[in-house]
């Protein structure tokens, strides 16, 4: 595809977004829930299905919304709450780590930087990015599964890994659109271009897609 078409993909994709389920998070920053609730349930997110997710995520904050009050729980409590998302006892621990430090270094609050978040245990690119840019509005690019197969499907980036697929689309997205393209890739990616024989014949950017390595479709 030309960079430039880019700017079209993006408006076919937010046209036909009502019609997709959003991710969780995604969800959460349109309700206006503080950064800490999004960053939580972006670990709880992780490797785990959205529905499932969304359920550990209101169950854990119907028994504490604030590191503080995270740091009350037992662990044992915050297992229960959160199963069956994965690897949940390593995320109950993960979350008592995080809020512990929270507290006795950033205040009780979220940081609002790359690199103070990637410097918590636990937290990685894809759940910094989506902190600064889904709980703080500010720009950042979130790059997953969803995200990095894509953008290079499309042609719009070549690249091998999701680290290289964030750099390259930092350098060449226009900054106006970074906010939105992680919800707009990961709802189209759940919903139409799946990884394995995509719904082409349902796509509304076909007309733009270079379909790099698709083989069978729909």
């Not at 950064?35 to 939580?40: A, G, N, S, V």
């Not at 499907?153 to 890994?161: E, F, M, S």
């Amino acid at each position: 595809m030309n960079d430039e078409q880019i700017h079209a993909v993006i408006a076919r994709l937010q046209e036909n977004l009502k019609n997709w389920d959003v991710p969780v998070v995604s969800h959460l920053a349109e309700m206006g829930e503080d950064p800490f609730k999004i960053l939580i349930s972006t670990l709880l997110s992780l490797r785990t299905k959205d529905e499932t997710t969304t359920a550990a995520t209101d169950r854990l904050f119907s028994l504490a919304r604030s590191p503080e009050e995270m740091l009350q729980l037992p662990e044992a409590a915050i297992i229960k709450a959160i199963y069956p998302v994965g690897f949940y006892r390593r995320k109950a621990g993960t979350i008592h780590h995080i809020c512990r430090e929270l507290i006795n270094h950033h205040h009780a609050r979220v940081p609002d930087t790359l690199e103070e978040l990637l410097a918590l245990k636990g937290v990685g690119r894809k759940t910094a990015n989506l902190v600064v840019s889904l709980g703080y509005g500010r720009p950042a690019i979130c790059v997953d599964t969803h995200v990095h197969r894509i953008s290079n499907r499309l042609g719009y980036v070549a690249t091998k890994t999701p680290e290289q697929t964030e750099q390259a689309l930092r350098s060449k997205l226009p900054a106006p659109c970074w906010r939105d393209y992680n919800t707009l890739l990961v709802a189209f990616g759940q919903q139409i271009c799946r990884p394995v024989s995509p719904f082409c014949s349902r796509c509304p950017a076909s007309d733009y897609c270079d379909r790099i390595n698709v083989g069978k479709s729909r």
